[in-house]
């Protein structure tokens, strides 16, 4: 596996956006796991998903690519096996039952190795569920933290743009070109409460490090105090943020 700069913090993942597990829970249902399936979270982060994936009784193998969420996943769940793996390059072969992926994929900017990977590490019969930021995902927060970056004078790169939101059009598209049988697709609105009175600052130095790199320190406190302000009149409601979140939901089977 390449490496790569591991820029994760397990521990204000865990403490401020509890929520992104809390919304998976909901994705374990079209999951439905059964008893003894062999199922691999993809993207498992902290592990609380592939914690509760193991209360159904099945048998979990999560992996991420955050050597620092894999670190904290075993320290909180040791019973349950992670692995640092990078999805693009997952070492499974006919393996599992399903692969499940929550709030994860739209970090892959490279879909299709991804969806060969997944369909890969599959058993003939298994299925792939899926949920993660669809088109037009978080487009307020960004447009605005682009909008910031280049009112302060710099310019924004679009390769560093962190995420692939893609339509549902274009993801079964890809999913049918790497084997899968698309029996689901879904693209809806979830506007996503966000934790506490700093929380679109939090959320921005906790997921947009990318997009602010080179930036000096004290131009980045700058820049993301004027996108909350600025974002204030749209996306704070009765006391919260709410985040712009557009989601996919996905099943693929592989026949
Ligand atoms: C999401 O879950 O949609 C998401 C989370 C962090 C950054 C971007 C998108």
Partial sequence: MKKRMDAWNANLYDSKHSFVSMYGESLIELLAPQKGEKVLDLGCGTGDLAKKLADFGAE???????AKMIEQARSKYPTIEFLVQDATELAFQHE????????????????KPALTCIYNSLKKGGRFVAEFGGKGNVQAISDELVH??????FTFDIERFPWYF??????????EQAEFRVTFAHHFD??????????????IDMFCSGMLAGIPERKKAGITAKVANNLKEVLYKDGSWIGDYKRIRVIGYKE
């Fill in 60 to 66: 979990i193998t999560g992996v991420d690519k955050s």
């Fill in 96 to 111: 599992f039952d399903a692969v499940f992926s929550n709030a994860a994929l739209h970090w892959i900017k490279q879909p």
């Fill in 148 to 153: 910031q970056i280049e009112a302060e004078g």
């Fill in 166 to 175: 893609p339509s549902i059009a274009e993801y079964s598209s890809f999913m």
């Fill in 190 to 203: 979830r506007p996503t409460p966000l934790e506490g009175k700093s929380a679109i600052k939090n959320w």
